[in-house]
């Protein structure tokens, strides 16, 4: 009798199990059927049961990326702050430029796949390690330094957590995150004690708009900080390949020009997913400037300065005729639509600035458009959202996120290129760390320049950083003495930023008459130094980028760039070693004789191109020819004409 029951209950559960396997099997036909794409499995294991949003993000390789609530943030253990110095125009003032900001510090360091800050031996070893390894502890993931992420199987929901303002108000809405794009993937709440909702943008711009879906730059989209406290997202991160793994190794100038030439016709951004008239003229454009004839003399314009001056000529020519951008009118103020024109970020901030007023360049019809303009300024994202001592930019990501879950869900255009044809210029230390992953496909103009912190040649742009003390005139006490009053060979000034500037001090500090190196000193004094140096010392701080490149060239000083892995400004233009001085980090021992072994006659053929290049380091009130405005831009328009494809 009981072996017949054992047997019944087998039969019976047998046939409970056929039965579901049956309804699965039913379900995922559905699915496969109702949902676009097949991603049937991952939308029955969807929160929001299964809803696709129309919006997408692909990456070059056609692969669909993961909406932006299913990107892992860049976070990092910080150094300490540095007190703020002031916006220099005072005479006591410590002139070191990085002392402008409070916040400019250290770098990520990529070392075995997870982010860490503090690779300057002269920060003290106390950092609040606030990592990606709180996120990995959610899900058993690990991090890597991908500057493309492909996601197909994560999920997770963020909900509203209280934020910490500083002195803007902010206001309590979330800024909302688009529902998953195209790629359904399982929602998992990481804190199980909240249970808060998934909240989306579609919702939220629901509720502001009355489903009218749009927002303008004056709907004040919140400016909102995520504390670390706030749920975070979980996913899967694909193994690193070889070729994305940090440099370990340093990169000579000349190694460089050779990756730059390679990238020319290596580099290639994915096809459009969709054709657009637009490609058509950047393929014209491009095909015209390959074929470029010789060029003669031009006015304005030496040709040993130049990697090619005719192909230059004929590019700049043409940006002029045929190029149109369109700015997304999205953003909350003051992380967008602000731009910062005085200290050592004015670079971004005088480019956002002059472009929104041109009237030769900017379109209001998006389809006509070969670039878009995400306008937003790195300092004041770190201004407005960073929470002092918190070590922690997570929430700055996150805010970059969300924006472009509002971009994506209510335009095409960054779906059609995966952002290959959107661009941002950005000059504060983080903006490399902060849009690396997010905004990985589009063309970054970035002060930080650094081949470690993932800078792609032929697609991004390194931007000049320029210090501005005086806005409304920002040429003033432009260039230097003639040679024969330059009686300094070489001079440095600054605060002991990073572990580069102690070694040169230690070295030449008080040393030898001929080397002019001090810690802090005047503005009046720094600039005179300038005025009358031959060679002038640009050492790297916490990063590869300084505003003495720029500050060199603008007091006619020979410009001595110490930095390791360091790509200056206009790289895809410039022929840089036809006006400045690259020496190795290892090197700094024997700068002196280096500088010396310079016979006097290059010497002052250098320090005359850099008299002729100055022009296209210059801002000005109303932008003119080859100046700074139309060299950031024309590096952009480059770079997008060079890797445009076409289906």
């Not at 004690?193 to 989209?221: F, M, W």
């Not at 020519?317 to 967008?336: N, W």
């Not at 878009?372 to 997570?394: C, G, K, N």
């Not at 690396?436 to 993932?454: H, P, S, T, V």
């Amino acid at each position: 009798m009981g072996s017949i029951i054992r047997y019944h209950n087998l039969f019976e559960t047998r046939r409970l199990v056929c039965l579901l396997g049956v309804i699965f099997g039913l379900a995922l036909m559905i699915q496969y059927f109702g949902f676009p794409y097949g991603y049937a499995l991952s939308s029955i294991f969807t929160a929001n049961g299964g809803q696709i949003s129309s919006s997408q993000r692909v990456d070059q390789s056609g692969t669909k990326f993961s909406d932006a609530n299913n990107e892992e943030v860049e976070d990092g253990s910080m150094p300490p702050m540095n007190e703020r110095s002031g916006d220099g125009d005072t005479l006591t003032e410590d002139i070191d430029p990085e002392d402008e900001s409070p916040f400019k510090d250290s770098k990520l360091d990529n070392k075995s796949n997870v982010e860490t800050l503090g690779r300057n031996s002269s920060l003290p070893p106390e950092k609040a390690v606030d990592s990606e390894n709180d996120l990995q502890a959610s899900n058993g993931t690990s991090e890597s330094s991908l500057s493309r992420v492909v996601d197909t199987d994560g999920g997770g929901s963020i909900s509203p957590a209280p934020m910490e303002a500083k002195s803007w108000e902010i206001s309590p809405t979330v800024l909302s995150i688009a529902p998953p794009p195209l790629v359904v993937t399982p929602q998992v709440n990481l804190d199980a004690k909240k249970e808060a909702p998934l909240i989306t943008s579609y919702q939220n711009v629901s509720e502001k708009e009355g489903n009218t879906g749009h927002l303008r730059e004056s709907d004040n989209l919140p400016v909102q900080k995520h504390t670390d406290h706030a749920p975070t997202v979980g996913h899967k991160i694909p193994v690193m390949k070889e070729s994305d793994k940090p440099i370990d190794s340093v990169v000579s100038i000349a190694e460089m020009n050779v990756m730059q030439q390679e990238a020319r016709t290596s580099f290639h951004s994915m096809i459009p997913r969709w054709s657009s008239d637009v490609d058509q003229e950047l393929l014209h454009a491009k095909n015209v400037i390959e074929n470029s004839p010789l060029a003669g003399n031009e006015p304005g314009l030496y040709a040993p300065l130049y990697r090619n001056m005719s192909v230059f000529m004929r590019s700049y020519e043409l940006m002029e005729q045929i190029l149109k951008v369109y700015i997304y009118a999205e953003g909350a103020r003051p992380v967008f639509h602000t731009p910062v024109l005085k200290g050592i970020y004015a670079s971004e901030g005088w480019f956002m600035k002059l472009l929104k007023r041109n009237k030769k360049f900017v379109t209001k019809n998006p389809k006509k458009a070969h670039l878009f303009y995400l306008p937003f300024s790195s300092r004041m994202l770190e201004e407005t959202l960073y929470v002092p001592d918190s070590h922690s930019r997570r929430n700055l990501v996150r805010y970059l996120s969300d924006y472009l879950d509002v971009i994506i869900q209510r335009h095409n255009f960054w779906n059609r290129t995966a952002g290959a044809d959107h661009f941002l210029v950005a000059c504060h230390d983080w903006a490399p760390a902060e849009t690396k992953r997010i905004m990985a496909n589009c063309i970054r103009a970035l002060c930080n320049a650094d081949i470690k912190e993932g800078f792609q040649f032929g697609k991004d742009v390194s931007l000049p950083e320029t210090y501005i003390r005086v806005e409304k005139n920002p040429l003033r006490e432009i260039g230097g003495k003639r040679l024969s009053k330059r009686r300094i060979l070489a001079f440095f000034a600054g605060n002991m930023h990073g572990y580069l500037r102690p070694i040169l001090l230690n070295n030449w500090e008080n040393k030898d008459p001929d080397m002019k190196i001090f810690g802090k000193i005047s503005k009046v004094s720094y600039v005179q130094y300038m005025k009358s140096s031959k060679y002038c010392i640009c050492a790297k701080g916490y990063e590869v980028n300084s505003p003495r490149v720029v500050e060199a060239i603008f007091y006619e000083c020979v410009p001595v760039i110490i930095s390791d892995n360091f790509i200056p400004p206009f790289f895809e233009t410039l022929n840089w070693e036809a006006f400045a001085i690259f020496v190795p980090e290892k090197d700094i021992p024997k700068l002196k004789d280096l500088l010396l072994s310079i016979p006097d006659r290059r010497y002052r053929e250098m320090q005359r191109r850099v008299k002729l290049v100055q022009q296209h380091f210059l801002w000005h009130v109303k932008p003119v020819k080859y100046d700074i405005f139309n060299m950031i831009l024309h590096s952009i328009w480059h770079n997008r004409v060079f890797g445009v494809r076409t289906r």
